[in-house]
């Protein structure tokens, strides 16, 4: 009678916690109901693309997380967003190493995601994810996106969305190790990588006359 | 005492064990908090500089979630997939309550096609969907080196259309990124259960 009651109890138990779990993960990612969605399908970008095609790669610690602005001239929240009008957020990051192509002590990466100060919130599901005090290692282009309205200069966009981030872990050189979305590894390994495709020819071809 | 020791013990590891098996076997593909209402028409049109080819590929994308019938009817359609057979003239993402589908230079380095959908009292009201022109796309039997094949990419932003966030299975349509000259014109198992997992 007790050996039942027992596992009656460890079988309630297992069924109540796998549902739980089951639960809990389906719940992960909710996000506001109203927001405008953005949607990435990315290029696989594999390290020797991301260091052959990228204009400039850098060894750096997230300095300051701007707040979120609309691109629109009065940066103002658009009654009816068009003409890819689009919040954006700005990451001041401190360049600590230049691994390629030239570079100010600071710079400036955009991710065109976030929730200013009025206006619906922007869910970039593509976006790399940025937090204060982070040490990264960054593969960056020119924003050539229509979103960036004006053609600034002033800023950078990470290669291949969160592909051209990887955020570095771990107390000592050695035992450093890199982890991005999709893979982690150590970091010797990755700038060794970068080292021997920096140089090489871009990979991706341009289609320029755009045909579709 | 010993015995009792040794119960709480073994609930523990039961109840951690559990937890995570429950996790683990939940399931790869991600849901939006929000989609369109069931018994939608998306209708669409597309641009106008787009080529016959392209237009096919598109329509063979859409064909894909308006025929169940070729997945055994391992779902029930929810959301039609219309050609309005008219064309737009859009290059930039406008909400007016039509969904385009257009091209337009997007960079390369950025992503290959992009969705962009809107929201009202929890319902998706619009999308659009713009293919980067900077990468070269194929609408051909067999994707040629440095091409991205258009109806597999298509096929993954109606996914989003509907409300299918990424997957983590690799063998779904919704996974995030892809290769050149990869081809994928059907839907796997997991993309039909986040179809039907949707609350429609």
């Not at chain 1, 138990?13 to 993960?25: E, K, Q, S, V, W």
């Not at chain 1, 949607?39 to 300095?63: A, C, E, F, N, Y």
């Not at chain 2, 050149?180 to 986040?194: S, V």
Request: aromatic share 10%; net charge negative; charged share 20%.
């Amino acid at each position: 009678m007790r050996n039942k009651k027992t596992s009656f109890l460890f079988l309630s138990t297992a069924i109540i916690m796998g549902t739980i779990g089951f639960l809990g993960y389906n719940a992960l990612g909710t996000s506001p109901k109203d927001a405008i969605f953005i949607h990435q399908s990315l290029p696989k970008l594999d390290t020797s693309i991301l260091s052959s095609d990228s204009d400039l790669i850098v060894r750096g610690q997230v300095k300051e997380i701007m707040d979120a602005e609309w691109n629109t001239i009065d940066k103002k929240a658009p009654i009816e967003p068009s003409g890819f009008d689009v919040v954006y957020t700005d990451v001041k990051v401190g360049v600590k190493e230049v691994i390629k192509g030239s570079s100010d002590n600071e710079i400036v990466v955009r991710v065109y995601a976030g929730k200013a100060s009025e206006g619906v919130e922007v869910i970039n599901d593509g976006e790399s994810s940025f937090e204060n005090g982070e040490e990264i290692i960054l593969f960056l282009i020119p924003d050539r996106t229509p979103f960036n309205k004006e053609n600034e200069h002033g800023h950078y966009r990470v290669m291949g969305g969160y592909q051209g981030k990887y955020l570095i872990e771990g107390q000592t050189g050695l035992s450093k190790q890199v982890t991005n979305q999709f893979e982690n590894k150590n970091l010797n390994y990755l700038l060794q990588e970068i080292e021997n495709s920096k140089y090489k020819p871009k990979q991706i071809i341009e289609n320029i006359e755009g045909k579709l | 005492m010993k015995q009792k020791k040794l119960f709480f013990i073994s609930i523990g590891i039961i109840s951690v064990t559990s937890l995570m098996i429950g996790g683990l076997t939940a399931h790869a593909y991600n849901l939006f908090s929000n989609h369109w209402k069931a018994s939608t028409n998306f209708n669409y049109s597309v641009g106008s500089d787009i080529s016959a080819a392209g237009v096919t590929s598109i329509t063979i994308a859409d064909n894909q979630y308006n025929n169940p019938g070729w997945y055994n009817n391992a779902f029930t359609r929810k959301v039609y997939f219309q050609n309005l057979n008219s064309s737009n003239s859009i290059k930039a993402y406008t909400q007016n309550y039509k969904n385009e589908i257009f091209k337009t230079n997007y960079g390369t380095g950025e992503s290959l096609m992009v969705t962009q959908r809107w929201n009202s009292g929890g319902n998706t009201v619009e999308a659009d969907v713009l293919i980067n022109t900077s990468y070269y796309w194929s609408n051909e039997s067999v994707c040629p080196p440095g091409n991205y094949d258009l109806s597999t990419v298509m096929l993954h932003e109606f996914g989003h259309v509907l409300g299918l966030d990424h997957s983590e299975n690799t063998k779904a349509i919704m996974r995030p990124t892809f290769k050149a000259t990869e081809m994928q014109r059907t839907l796997d198992k997991d993309d039909i259960n986040g179809y039907n997992a949707i609350n429609w």
